[in-house]
């Protein structure tokens, strides 16, 4: 088994470092962040889908050896980056941790080795932004003196079903000798590895996954607002037509996009398509229905409480679900900020319940709500909130209670369906 480092030790990055670690390879998961690395070298967890114990298990073999020393990574023959790709303030890519990581490993990677990026980013990205840099920093040629190639990866955080080793993962390399090593590397941990001609058709074929599910969302959002007007139900919608066994797949609608991929990964695309001369229209389209239905969900909420006789500003209004998505702990680009935000903006006052966000982080956006505290579900009187909204719908959410005691609340997950309403008017939204 080879000995690797594992380059941004977040969602992507640890999970990645734990597979090879506990198929028996030595792995250096390196992070610029001390607090992130000291916890993995105590054997915590600060991810809430991973397990500490797998962590401290990982360590204790000697296998996973967290730290932040990047000359280190002179001793391995692979290296693979995991660091963000987020959009800079004018929704352009922002490349920098990618450019920053290259400058720290380029001095110190030895001949032969392979360092693969896996971090999503425009087609080009690892020829065009990696390959220069590397090159530069260690006055060795790639595709002859070091390997190189892209790896998107494909994990859907807290869905079991998309377990690293159980995915295909998709190979790209700059030479056929980059691609042969890529393709060894994780052929050691995956059951299935998908070779492709090039570095930019890995990369332009994960724009295209995410693509099609920012489209596909959109599409579905659009319908959920003009299936409400006519009085009809998109949810009872799909459930009919997702019973059609070909040429139809269900998405589902919701408050808006979340998360680090789906609200950002199309504009990659984008700006390099603008770089080519042409537009991108699917995507400019999808993003501008997303984005706006946050906006929508408050509208709804507006009209429910109007038919109370009440306006937002003054009412207390409970967020339930703060995370991006459902059963876990990430708020990267979270619609219920903007939710929250809103509400704040009319006047209302916004409190929210998220069992895994006891506190809200700093995020890139919405700086005034970091250190906002989820209320206490056991003694916190109910009664006080006018409405709620159910943003986020995690698992064991107790919804009973909440219809019994607030008497407006807006579903926008349909979580709903199977409690009994009681006295609460329910609006999907
Ligand atoms: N989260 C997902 O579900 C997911 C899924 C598929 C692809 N991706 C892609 O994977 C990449 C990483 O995403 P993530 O969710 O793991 O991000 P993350 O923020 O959870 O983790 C990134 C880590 O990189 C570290 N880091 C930043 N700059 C660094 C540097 N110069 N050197 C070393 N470490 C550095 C950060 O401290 C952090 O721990 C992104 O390009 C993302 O688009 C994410």
């Not at 790209?172 to 060894?184: N, P, W």
Request: charged share 20%.
């Amino acid at each position: 088994m080879s000995s690797i480092a594992v380059i941004g030790q977040g969602y992507v990055g640890l999970p990645l470092s734990l597979i090879f670690a506990e198929a028996g390879a030595t792995v250096l998961a390196l992070d610029v962040d001390e607090a992130k690395v000291d916890a993995l070298q105590s054997g915590q967890s600060y991810i809430r889908h991973i397990p500490a114990d797998r962590i401290r298990r990982a360590v204790e073999s000697g296998n996973l050896r967290p730290g932040t020393d990047f000359t280190t990574v002179s001793h391995v023959s692979a290296v693979v980056i995991c660091v963000p790709t987020p959009l800079d303030k004018h929704r352009q890519p922002d490349m920098s941790y990618v450019e920053n990581t290259a400058r720290s490993i380029g001095p110190h990677i030895s001949a032969g080795c392979l360092v693969v990026l896996e971090s999503t980013a425009y087609p080009g990205a690892t020829e065009e932004c990696l390959l220069p840099i590397l090159e530069s920093t260690s006055g060795m040629q790639a595709g002859t003196d070091f390997h190189l190639a892209f790896s998107p990866e494909r994990e859907d955080p807290g869905n079991p079903l998309s377990e690293i080793g159980r995915i295909p993962k998709l190979v790209g390399g700059l030479t056929e000798a980059c691609l042969e090593k890529a393709v060894a590397l994780y052929g050691q941990v995956v059951q299935q590895v998908v070779p492709v001609s090039s570095c930019k058709v890995a990369e332009a074929a994960k724009l295209t996954e995410n693509i099609f599910r920012s489209v596909n969302i959109a599409l579905v959002n659009e319908l959920k607002v003009i299936f409400s007007r006519m009085g009809i139900d998109i949810w009872e919608v799909i459930e009919a037509a997702k019973t059609k066994p070909f040429g139809y797949m269900p998405f589902y609608p919701g408050p808006g996009l979340g998360g680090h991929c789906i609200p950002i990964d199309p504009f990659y695309l984008s700006w390099r398509a603008k770089e080519e001369g042409l537009t991108t229209r699917f995507i400019e389209l999808a993003g501008e229905i997303n984005q706006v239905m946050p906006d929508y969900v408050v509208a709804k909420l507006a009209d429910g409480l109007n038919d109370f006789g009440k306006p937002i500003k003054e009412s207390r209004i409970l967020i339930m679900g703060m995370a991006y998505k459902k059963n876990v702990d990430d708020m990267r680009e979270s619609p219920a900020l903007r939710i929250l935000e809103l509400i704040h903006e009319r006047g209302g006052h916004p409190y929210y319940y998220d069992p895994f966000i006891p506190v809200l982080p700093k995020t890139r956006a919405h700086m005034q709500w970091r250190g906002m505290k989820s209320i206490s579900w056991d003694s916190v009187s109910l009664g006080q909130f006018d409405a709620a909204v159910i943003v986020t719908a995690h698992e064991g959410m107790p919804y009973q209670k909440l219809v019994d005691s607030v008497p407006l609340i807006i579903d926008t997950r349909n979580a709903l369906v199977d409690v009994t309403p009681g006295k609460a008017r329910i609006i999907k939204a």
